[in-house]
């Protein structure tokens, strides 16, 4: 339910508040990244509208803000300008059928694997990118048709609006809490700019916000397989970076405010709202992370931020359009600058040198790649080289102790792990040619982990047959053992019977290698 006991007076007023500043933040957004993908501004009004409704509403993280996107804006363009907007409405709609099947199969949990430092890398390249797109305000159209720097004393009063935005932010809450600190830099500066008859750019500016009601309407398209080839690539990836964007968004929202919010249902929701975004003439959407910042430190953690900006944005279409375009530009790009400032880690920057290099790598790697290309790139090349990093260093930690019974059988004491990046490392451990008759491998303190490493015992085991000699496994853990059941066709080794495996260093663990190798005998796996 939306109203409950965990509602105080206090937290209506915080959400409500928050949630009309996050609607006026978000109208400039809308447009702007509805003419990035060359559609009207309406379309990215009403994804807006729709999105963000649906997943505050039903939604696994309360307080998140969704919305149309530029990240699925400069995806969108190709499509639009080669097939026209019905197929961008179809391909909403199919990408919203795609993230439902991401939450059927609940694989939203899997976001939990990004690595600290990709999230770092993601969370610092978006802040630049937002604070860099505000520049974009900075043009005006030449008579020649050309966009163009501002200069003179447009620039002037532009960018002193926008310092005074700023500095209203940061000092207003010094005299009251009462409000949030960017509604009130909002409005104040909005009312200068009216009082003085500013000549300034506007939220008019950008496009007309006035509409009514969207309608419900089948996408104009031709229903058959050469359609579904053309909408099918683009659904998949805006799918894609949807989905990730939103759930890295997630995951820096729960760090932020020590709670846990629920990726399948958050999916589920973004799957549904993009559905219903298609059929009324929406061009879809996902986590807005500017916005959600501004949520999240005015303090509005409750579902209630979300549907409050929501209708909020909806009020302004219907019945408050042409107040809303009076909002100076300035006003609104001085937000989203502090929105930058303070969703970028600056705290990343003094890790330099304290924590692996290849970290740091990853982090830079995956905000440049943000930057410079597109965030499901960076997110999932970020993932792949942290995976890489992670294989190398553990290949390397392969080590051996060798000792010797009172049979002056050689004994290779392993330590840790066996996988695919061993192979190498694990050969050269081995004296084959210069060993006893009788090799003893102990698997205490190693992990036997993927189908690379049976086969590289296999193929040490074959090496000994070769030469003459036998070789012993003992102390498979009961991982090794899970993994060595399916290779008994693969491996021909021999174990020491109950009683010589229970001889083997009997003073500090023979009782357990007893227990063990009756156990491997028994299971006649060798």
């Known amino acids: 339910m939306l109203f409950t006991k965990s509602y105080n007076f206090s937290e209506v007023k915080t959400n409500l508040l928050s949630g009309l500043t996050v609607a006026l933040a978000m109208v400039p957004e ?46 969108m ?152 080839r053309i909408i099918l690539p683009y659904s998949f990836l805006l799918a894609s970076i949807g989905l990730i964007e939103t759930l890295l968004t997630l995951n820096l929202i729960d760090d932020m405010t020590d709670t846990n919010g629920k990726p399948n249902k958050e999916s589920m929701a973004q799957g549904i709202g993009n559905i219903i975004t298609g059929f009324f003439g929406g061009m879809g959407g996902c986590a807005m992370i500017g916005q959600s910042m501004i949520n999240i430190n005015n303090g509005a953690l409750k579902r209630l931020s979300g549907i409050s900006a929501a209708i909020f944005l909806a009020s302004f279409i219907l019945f408050l359009s042409k107040w809303i375009e009076l909002i100076p530009l300035a006003a609104l790009i001085g937000v989203m ?59 390397k930690k392969i080590d051996i102790k060798i000792s010797y019974n009172r049979d002056d059988w050689k004994i290779y004491g392993l330590q840790g792990t066996l996988f695919f990046a061993s192979v190498k490392n694990f050969h050269e451990l081995f004296s084959v040619q210069e060993d006893p008759d009788n090799v003893i491998i102990d698997f205490e303190n190693v992990r036997v982990v993927d189908h690379s490493a049976i086969m590289l015992i296999d193929n040490l085991a074959n090496k000994y047959k070769v030469s003459g000699r036998k070789l012993h496994l003992i102390n498979l853990n009961s991982d090794c053992l899970k993994i060595l059941n399916g290779a008994q066709d693969m491996i021909e080794v021999n174990l020491l019977d109950t009683v010589k495996a229970a001889s083997l260093r009997a003073e500090d663990k023979s009782k357990r290698n007893a227990q063990l190798a009756l156990r491997l005998k028994e299971s006649k796996i060798f």
């Open 30 to 75: 809308a447009i702007a990244f509805a003419l990035i993908a060359h559609v009207s501004p309406l379309t990215g009004l009403y994804a807006a509208i729709i999105i963000c409704l649906t997943t505050s509403a039903f939604g696994g993280r309360p307080g998140m803000i969704s919305g149309a996107t530029g990240a699925l804006a400069v995806v």
């Open 77 to 228: 363009v190709a499509l639009v300008v080669q097939h026209g907007v019905e197929y961008l409405f179809a391909t909403v709609v199919l990408m919203g059928i795609l993230q439902l099947i991401f939450a059927i199969f609940r694989l939203g949990k899997y976001i939990r694997m990004v690595p600290y430092s990709v999230m770092l890398g993601f969370v610092n390249g978006l802040a630049i990118v937002i604070f860099i797109a505000q520049f974009g305000h900075f043009k005006v159209m030449s008579p020649e048709g050309i966009s163009v720097w501002m200069s003179g004393m447009p620039l002037f009063i532009m960018m002193t609006l926008t310092a005074v935005t700023v500095l209203i932010i940061y000092i207003f809450p010094l005299a009251t809490k009462a409000i949030p600190s960017t509604l009130a830099s909002i409005l104040i500066v909005s009312i200068v700019v009216i009082l003085l008859g500013l000549d300034t750019k506007t939220v008019g500016d950008l496009g007309s916000i006035s509409g009514g009601i969207p309608e419900f309407r089948i996408p104009n398209i031709d229903f058959n397989l050469e359609s579904l």
């Open 337 to 395: 600058f502090v929105v930058a400032e303070k969703t970028f880690e600056w705290g990343s920057l003094r890790l330099f040198g304290k924590i692996p290099k290849e970290d740091v790598f990853v982090g830079l790697l995956v905000g440049a790649v943000t930057i410079v290309a597109d965030l499901a790139i960076a997110v999932i090349l970020g993932v792949i080289v942290s995976a890489l990093f992670f294989s190398w260093s553990h290949a």
